[in-house]
């Protein structure tokens, strides 16, 4: 049996993350349109250009989710207003019918 170090598991988790972060990019380039920040600089300084970059792709997709969770939930609380406003609708036309 082959024993894999925890080197080698981090480099290929790595791989392909970066490899779904390039099909990321090719889909949707503006998603990654983020200004840098001090962060950037600080892990460019150490040479560490690739993770600088992941940590930069993750917090723009994590500020899309987050914008998209808020919208779901406003969407979730008209829905429920707009369905009781039908119910209410529908007692009130079937009283009178």
């Given at each position: 049996m082959n024993q894999v170090t925890y080197a080698t598991v981090t480099?290929?988790?790595?791989?392909?993350?970066?490899?779904?972060?390039?099909k990321l990019r090719r889909c949707r380039p503006s998603l990654f349109s983020v200004p840098m920040?001090?962060?950037?600089?600080s892990a460019n300084e150490n040479g560490d250009d690739g993770a600088a970059e992941f940590s930069e792709c993750f917090r723009a997709l994590a500020k899309k989710v987050g914008i998209l969770a808020t919208h779901r939930a406003e969407?979730?609380?008209?829905?429920?207003?707009?369905?009781?406003s039908h119910k209410q609708l529908t007692k009130?036309?079937?009283?009178?019918?």
């Open positions: 480099a290929i988790a790595i791989d392909k993350a970066s490899g779904r972060i390039t920040g001090s962060g950037i600089v969407l979730m609380e008209m829905y429920a207003s707009s369905e009781a009130e036309l079937d009283e009178k019918y």
